[in-house]
């Protein structure tokens, strides 16, 4: 789970919480949700740093992967968040959830275009109850299509947390 730290507050302090505590890894996803590409490397840093604070606050580990919001990076961001000692993850299948309030499209369009190795980018937020109701059943068509999930510092052989 990559999370925004300016939203962990009350009951999403609780979500990260159980998230990790349940085995999952909850990573760095800026503070504010800003376009990368639009600030400095100061606020860059700064962005990284405030969250993965945060997060090591209510997990006791200090995250080293970043998604960047929007997926919005260039030389200057990928070169300031390797020098912070992220690793950058992006996504290669979209689920396009963050448009649609539809349960079957959201699912018809994972299920259309998914294939062995994706990173599957979906959201959660008060507001998008589809991409809740979808999950579930996405879970259950791959697990039996027979794929397996897996967490990234799995998947990708790399290190999490610091």
Request: overall charge negative.
């Amino acid at each position: 789970f990559f999370m925004i730290a300016a939203a962990m507050e009350e009951n999403n302090i609780t979500v990260a919480k159980r998230a990790f505590d349940e085995g999952h890894l909850v990573l760095n996803h800026s503070f504010t949700h800003p376009h990368f590409t639009a600030l400095t490397s100061e606020q860059i840093i700064q962005e990284l740093n405030t969250t993965s604070e945060r997060i090591h606050e209510l997990t006791g580990k200090y995250p080293l992967l970043f998604r960047p919001p929007y997926g919005a990076i260039n030389q200057e961001v990928v070169d300031t968040v390797n020098a912070q000692g992220y690793t950058t993850i992006l996504w290669s299948l979209d689920s396009l959830d963050w448009g649609m309030q539809d349960k079957e499209a959201i699912i018809t369009n994972i299920m259309t275009y998914v294939s062995p190795g994706d990173i599957i980018l979906m959201h959660s937020s008060r507001s998008n109850h589809a991409t809740v109701e979808a999950l579930g059943e996405i879970i259950e068509r791959l697990r039996e299509q027979g794929y397996v999930f897996q967490r990234l510092d799995e998947m990708l052989s790399i290190k999490a947390y610091k």
